[in-house]
């Protein structure tokens, strides 16, 4: 069933509005999945992006899909390919780091919101004109972080963003003090350690302190 661009703001603005952060997770182990998803959706996080990144992503997925509470998408997509697989997954929303019409035709004809990059004015002119006034901010802090924001929310207020990419607690609430931010994304409630220690008490302490960040 496709999806308008239109469509996929609204959807991608919702979720964006969930709560100020989105957790970017890279998952190495199926099993991780489960808890990971619960702790995060304990600590009030529930909008979840699973990275294409490592060979199980797909069946992280698909075990997030599972967890009550859990709104699961999957990031990185770069093809078609992607985004048919992160549908049948069990995707809800798909992020990119920049945008194709390849990718974005694909997203529309399958029916996947995405959330799609950009790092320029050009690149945030170009995805508006087609229909995207929802978009991710990335590589963010590399980009020019959340002076650049500012600055092109003069000329191009219409366009809302989740800034990913850099972004730290220390560095969040400069962003969601923009009128132009809905929420930030990034990978500091789930590190690699915690991950790896199952130390999913302690990541849902993060995650509860990132549901409290604000301007
Ligand atoms: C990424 O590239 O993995 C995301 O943009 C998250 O970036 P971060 O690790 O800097 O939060």
Not at 13 to 34: N, W
Not at 152 to 165: E, K, S
Not at 192 to 215: F, M, N, P, Q, V
Request: hydrophobic residues 45%.
């Amino acid at each position: 069933m496709s999806i308008t661009p239109e469509e996929a703001c609204v959807a991608s603005e919702k979720l964006c509005r969930t709560a100020p952060v989105i957790p970017v997770l890279t998952v190495t182990e199926v099993a991780h999945a489960a808890p990971l998803a619960e702790a995060l959706v304990k600590g009030g996080l529930p909008v979840l992006e699973v990275t294409l990144r490592t060979p199980c992503a797909l069946e992280v997925i698909a075990e997030m899909a599972q967890v009550a509470g859990g709104i699961p998408g999957a990031g990185t997509l770069l093809t078609p390919q992607d985004v048919e697989n992160a549908l049948k997954a069990g995707a809800k929303f798909g992020v990119s780091p920049g945008a194709t019409d390849k990718l974005l035709d694909a997203a529309e004809e399958m029916g996947l919101p995405m959330l799609p990059g950009a790092a320029s004015a050009s690149e945030a002119m170009r995805l508006l004109e087609r229909g995207y006034r929802v978009q991710k901010f990335f590589p963010a802090e590399a980009a020019g972080g959340a002076p650049f924001l500012k600055s092109i929310g003069a000329p191009i207020p219409q366009i809302l963003f989740c800034p990913t990419g850099g972004v730290s607690p220390t560095n969040a609430p400069d962003y969601l003090k923009l009128p132009n931010v809905a929420c930030v994304g990034g990978s500091w409630v789930a590190p690699a350690d915690k991950l790896e220690s199952g130390d999913w008490g302690g990541i849902e302490g993060l995650a509860r302190a990132a549901a409290t960040l604000s301007a």
